[in-house]
């Protein structure tokens, strides 16, 4: 049996939002669908700002897409647009002899036309959010008025799981990349964590033997830190930890891995033969900066160079931990 037009538009609708692609190509793909297949002449998305209060046009069909794209974001709070008035008030507006768009408007569709359907999405645990708007113009003639504006309320529907899919998409990369940093990074002080210098130390060691060019670790021990952290407590513990990791990431190049090793000690991982010379603009730069008032940070330092003082990771490393400190304040 033949299905009704209404039933074949909805289907299709489904299908856009089923099937992969970003947020914009779906949006434009269901306004397309209000457009061919529901017989309306125009249709605009919108979407909601909280921070800003504002709706901006984010997809379409129907009319000049740079015109549309040029034109100003509705205010949410205007009471001149009907879809400022939609998303306040939650439920489809019709114009009015002082309301309507003038989005659509100045690109000639008649104001008597027009609809807009809030886009409401549900979160995991049903609370209710106005997303956008989707404005359309019945002047076309496919469908009755009653069954074109059921019909875009289902695309108005479909737009909002698209969004919504969207968020979900967006929180699980964001959570995955929280993750990963989380994996690779001291959370204290944001620096590479030790896994991720023994990594970097290996792919370095490989570069080091192919291009037959020395490497430098570098290990830095902070002096005093159990009486630092005593005096001072936790909390300036930290902040001292935080000062020396942002001193270390102003004063290595762009091509040396600093890494947090443990709760004093920091490594660096520098490509040639200077490790002494960085080793020792750090401990100057950090005898600049306070620990405790009317103390300077102190830093001890030891170095170990690929090849000559160890062919592996685990030998530069051994090599380093078991140096005598160049500060002179004894062994890093």
């Known amino acids: 049996m033949e299905r009704a037009h209404g039933q074949v538009t909805l289907l299709e609708a489904t299908q856009i939002v089923a099937r992969g692609g970003d947020l914009g190509q779906k949006l434009d793909a269901l306004a397309e669908q209000a457009v061919a297949a529901i017989g309306v002449t125009a249709a605009v998305v919108y979407l909601f700002d909280p921070a800003t209060r504002r709706l901006e046009p984010v997809a379409q069909a129907g009319l000049d897409a740079q015109a549309l794209a040029e034109a100003e974001p509705v205010d949410a709070d205007d009471d001149r647009e009907i879809v400022a008035l939609a ?21 000639g569709q008649a104001v008597a036309d027009l609809i807009a359907i809030p886009i409401i999405a549900a979160d995991e645990v049903g609370n209710e959010d106005v997303e956008g708007v989707l404005v359309a113009s019945l002047s076309g003639d496919a469908l009755d008025d009653g069954e074109r504006e059921n019909a875009i309320g289902a695309l108005a529907d479909l737009c909002a799981v698209a969004i919504r899919q969207a968020q979900l998409e967006n929180a699980l990369v964001e959570r ?45 021990r902070v002096v005093g830190m159990p009486d630092i952290a005593s005096q001072g407590g936790d909390e300036v513990g930290d902040d001292l930890l935080r000062h020396v990791a942002s001193m ?25 033969g200077g490790g002494a010379v960085v080793g020792e603009r750090v401990r100057v730069a950090a005898a600049a900066v306070e620990g405790l008032p009317g103390r300077p940070i102190e830093l001890a330092f030891s170095v170990a160079v690929f090849p000559a003082e160890g062919a592996t990771s685990d030998e530069l490393l051994a090599a380093a931990e078991s140096g005598a400190a160049l500060s002179g304040a004894g062994p890093a």
């Open 87 to 107: 998303l306040r008030e939650r439920r489809p507006q019709r114009p009015a002899e002082d309301r309507g768009s003038s989005a659509l408007q100045a690109q």
């Open 176 to 220: 995955a990349d929280w993750i990963g940093r989380l994996a690779t990074t001291d959370p204290l002080t944001g620096l590479a964590n030790r896994v991720t210098f023994d990594r970097m130390l290996e792919l370095e060691i490989a570069r080091a033997t192919r291009q037959e060019t020395p490497l430098s670790i570098v290990l830095f």
């Open 248 to 272: 270390l990431s102003d004063q290595v190049r762009v091509v040396d891995t600093i890494a947090r090793f443990d709760e004093q000690t920091f490594g660096l991982i520098a490509p040639g």
